[in-house]
C-alpha cells in the first residue's frame, strides 16, 4: 500500500556533554512531546541534538508504525520525488536538527566532499560519512557563536594587545602575520597564507606553554577588565572578551580552543537570524538553542574545547581561512514566493520567510502564523520536507489528512503534496514552524 504523504516522526535526541541539562534542552522536550518516544528527561543529564532524518546514526521513525523514514523513502521513492532520488539515492538529502547549546562546541570545520571521502576511508570510525557538511543555523533564542575568521586587522589588534596569545602563535608568525594584515591591497593568497601560519602556529603549541600562557591570560583578562586588549575591537570590546574568555576558561579549563576566540568572529543571532557556513569553514557555537539543517553526514573535525578526537593538523590544512566581517557570516530570509496567506493571517502580520543557502540539498522556511485560524498554504513542490513546531500549535493538513501540531511535533511531507498549515492560537500569540526541503 502506498505510504501516505504525511505523516508523523519520532525522532531521537542525542547527549553530548554541551547539550542543556534536562527540560531546559529544547532537544530534549520536543523529543518527549511524542508519546512514544520512551523518553524519560533525567534533569541532571545533557542534551544536545535532536536529529530528523534518514541519517542512520539517529535514523526518524514513522510514529504509527516505527518504520524508519529510511525504509519508508527506500520503498515509496516517490515520497522523495524522482529527481531527488535519482540524484542522492532513497535517503533525505539533509540531515534537519534541533541544537540546544548549554557550553561551547568543539572549534570545528566539516570537509568539502573530496577530503570526506578520504577521512571516511582513512578512518570510518571518526568520520562516518563520504559527505560534505555545509551547515545553516536559524536561531530559535538568543544564540552566540564563533564563526569565520575575523577581518585580519581585528586578527593583528589582538596580537599586538594580548601577549599570551602572541607568545603561543610565535614571534615570527605574529610579525609576519602582522606585516600581511596591513599590507594595503596585496594578494589574498599570501595573506590567507599568513593567517595560515599563524593559527598553525597558535594550534601547535605544546600543552605546558598553554597551560603557561592561559594562567596569563585569565589574569590578564581579570586584571585589566573593560581596557582588556587595549579595550578590544569594535565588534567584540574589551568587557566582552573578559566575559568569554573567563567563560570559556570556566567550562574547558586549559585548552587552546580559548585563544581561537581571538581569531574568529564571534557572532550574536536574535530569534531568526541566520549563518551559513561552507564546508572547510571553522566555527564554534557558544550558546542558545537553533534550528540546524546541513547535508546528510556527520563529519566533523576537531581541535579544542571537547573531549572528543581532536585532528588538529587536518583541521589546520583543510580551512578555506575566509576572513570576513561578521555581517557578511550571517544570512538574510527573504518572503517565501510560494506559500498563499489568508485574510487572517495577513492582517495578524504573520510572515513565511525562506533561507536558501548557496547549495542543492536543502533550504529552510519558517512561518510565523499569528492568531486563531492564520493559515498558510503551500504550493506543491517536488521534493520531500520535514517540518517541526517549536512554538504554538495548530493544524497540518495535505488533501484529506489533517491533524494537530503543537511544539516539539514533528511531520514528514512527500513530494508534490500541497501543504496547509492553520494557526490555533490565541491573537496575540505565535505558531512557529520550521520547513526543511529539497527540490532540484
Ligand atoms: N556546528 N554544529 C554542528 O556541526 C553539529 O551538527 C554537530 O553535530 C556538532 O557540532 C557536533 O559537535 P561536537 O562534535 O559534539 O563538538
Ligand atoms: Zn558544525
Not at 36 to 64: C, F, R, V
Not at 87 to 100: D, E, I, M, Q
Not at 299 to 314: C, E, H, I, M, Q
Request: hydrophobic residues 40%; proline residues 5%.
Amino acid at each position: 500500500m502506498a505510504q501516505a504523504p504525511l505523516f508523523r516522526l519520532q525522532c531521537g535526541v542525542n547527549s553530548y556533554e554541551w547539550g542543556k541539562k534536562g527540560s531546559e534542552s529544547a532537544a530534549a522536550r520536543y523529543a518527549a512531546a511524542t508519546p512514544s518516544a520512551d523518553l524519560t528527561i533525567q534533569a541532571d543529564k545533557p542534551y544536545a541534538e535532536l536529529w530528523m532524518g534518514t541519517h542512520p546514526s539517529n535514523p526518524s521513525k514513522d510514529l504509527n508504525t516505527g518504520r524508519t523514514l529510511l525504509d519508508l523513502c527506500a520503498e515509496n521513492q516517490s515520497l522523495l520525488s524522482e529527481p531527488v532520488s535519482a540524484r542522492y539515492g532513497a535517503k533525505l538529502p539533509f540531515l534537519f536538527k534541533v541544537l540546544s547549546v548549554n557550553k561551547a562546541l568543539s572549534i570545528q570545520a566539516h570537509p568539502n566532499k573530496k577530503l570526506a571521502e578520504q577521512l571516511h576511508a582513512r578512518d570510518p570510525k571518526n568520520y562516518p560519512d563520504d559527505n560534505h557538511k555545509p551547515e545553516m543555523a536559524i536561531a530559535i533564542t538568543p544564540f552566540e557563536g564563533l564563526c569565520g575568521f575575523r577581518p585580519l586587522g581585528e586578527v593583528a589588534h589582538f596580537l599586538e594587545t594580548v601577549k599570551p596569545l602572541r607568545t603561543l602563535v610565535g614571534e615570527h608568525e605574529a610579525s609576519q602575520f602582522i606585516q600581511a594584515a596591513k599590507e594595503q591591497g596585496g594578494d589574498e593568497a599570501s595573506k590567507k597564507k599568513a593567517l595560515q601560519k599563524a593559527f598553525g602556529g597558535l594550534m601547535s603549541s605544546s600543552s605546558d606553554d598553554i597551560d603557561r600562557e592561559i594562567a596569563s591570560l585569565v589574569a590578564l583578562a581579570k586584571s585589566e577588565g573593560a581596557d582588556f586588549a587595549a579595550g578590544g575591537v569594535p565588534s567584540t570590546k574589551g568587557d566582552v572578551l573578559v566575559e568569554l574568555v573567563t567563560r570559556l576558561h570556566g567550562q574547558y579549563g586549559s585548552d587552546i580552543g580559548i585563544f581561537v576566540l581571538f581569531f574568529l568572529n564571534f557572532v550574536t543571532l536574535q530569534p531568526g537570524e541566520a549563518l551559513f557556513l561552507v564546508a572547510d569553514d571553522i566555527h564554534a557555537y557558544v550558546s542558545g538553542d537553533i534550528i540546524e539543517c546541513m547535508a546528510a553526514s556527520d563529519n566533523v573535525v576537531r581541535a579544542g574545547l571537547t573531549p572528543k578526537f581532536k585532528d588538529v593538523s587536518t583541521l589546520v590544512d583543510m580551512l578555506t581561512y575566509n576572513y570576513a566581517p561578521i555581517d557578511e557570516q550571517k544570512m538574510n530570509p527573504t518572503e517565501y514566493p510560494y506559500a498563499t496567506l489568508n485574510r487572517t493571517a495577513y492582517s495578524s502580520g504573520s510572515a513565511v520567510m525562506l533561507y536558501d543557502p548557496p547549495i542543492e540539498e536543502f533550504s529552510v522556511v519558517r512561518s510565523l502564523l499569528r492568531g486563531e485560524g492564520a493559515k498558510a498554504t503551500f504550493d506543491p513542490l517536488e521534493g520531500p520536507s520535514i517540518v517541526i513546531c517549536t512554538n504554538g500549535k495548530g493544524t497540518i493538513a495535505v488533501g484529506e489528512a489533517k491533524h494537530d501540531i503543537e511544539e516539539g511535533h514533528i511531520y514528514f511531507v512527500g513530494s508534490a503534496a500541497e501543504l496547509i498549515l492553520e494557526s490555533a492560537v490565541g491573537q496575540e500569540e505565535e505558531f512557529t514552524t520550521f520547513k526543511a526541503f529539497c527540490e532540484i
